[in-house]
């Protein structure tokens, strides 16, 4: 669900040519709550897939990026 979410970020901005094309942490959050998912369950999900090199994350000023493998 949450690399769903990320997807779905990252070919929205592809399509509408805004750069970088990953993803913010703040980004997936919202649409996640929007679909009812759980904060805890957010955070562990994409722990999870951190964990499981699904994911890469960096920093940026104000937040983190996601970007998928």
Not at 25 to 49: H, P, Q, W, Y
Not at 55 to 67: A, H, S
Request: glycine share 2%; hydrophobic share 45%.
């Amino acid at each position: 669900m949450l690399k769903n979410i990320i997807l779905e970020i990252i070919a929205d901005k592809k399509q509408r040519n805004i750069e970088p094309t990953h993803a913010l942490f703040k980004e997936v959050f919202d649409r996640a709550t929007i679909e009812s998912i759980a904060a805890d369950d957010i955070r562990n999900g994409l722990n999870e897939l951190f964990i499981n090199c699904e994911i890469e994350v960096g920093d940026t000023l104000n937040d983190k990026w996601i970007r998928i493998l």
